[in-house]
């Protein structure tokens, strides 16, 4: 299989957990990451090895920089599987807010938008996922779609790890 991942804050993690894999068979954005590259990624990754299952794991915000590229994986015909992490916010804005606002944000209001119609309009597999152990059985009726398929799994926010030390350095004054 072919995966591939474009959340920064989870891919030094996730390629530590996975460990070692044959060669070409990755694709992730590391360092400040690359928003939107979970579908071109997957549909580069299925026309380069026809035969292999892809899959992607991509945070709402990044999924909707490129959700337009469904389409082209649609006409395509380039099935693979994208698992969003629904948090129903734009990470980096809601911990910005909560560090100038405190307990106030201005822009992050917990609505969650619906990939699973978004995904349903362009022809594709969706399914939303609330539990995680309806998460396995969603993935293989992902696959056996044949089709590209987007599967929603609601988490809930939480700060990346580095952030209060990354906000610690503005008080440094180099």
């Not at 299925?46 to 709402?60: C, E, H, M």
């Not at 405190?102 to 939303?128: L, N, Q, T």
Request: one cysteine or more.
């Amino acid at each position: 299989c072919v995966d591939g991942g474009d959340i920064a804050v989870l891919t030094m993690p996730w390629i530590d957990y996975m460990g070692p894999r044959k060669p070409r068979t990755v694709l992730q954005s590391i360092g400040l990451g690359h928003l939107g590259t979970c579908i071109p990624y997957c549909i580069g990754a299925k026309l380069a090895k026809p035969g292999a299952r892809v899959f992607s794991i991509t945070g709402d915000g990044s999924f909707l920089f490129n959700v337009q590229e469904l389409d082209t994986a649609i006409k395509q015909e380039t099935p693979f599987v994208v698992l969003i992490a629904d948090n129903c916010c734009w990470g980096m804005i809601k911990n910005a807010e909560k560090r100038a606002f405190k307990k106030r944000e201005a822009f992050c209001v917990d609505i969650c938008s619906d990939y699973v119609k978004i995904a349903k309009g362009f022809g594709c597999h969706a399914e939303r996922v609330e539990k995680p152990l309806d998460l396995k059985p969603a993935i293989q009726r992902a696959v056996d779609s044949g089709r590209p398929a987007v599967l929603q799994v609601p988490i809930r926010f939480v700060s990346p790890p580095g952030a209060k030390i990354l906000a610690s350095l503005r008080e440094l004054q180099f």
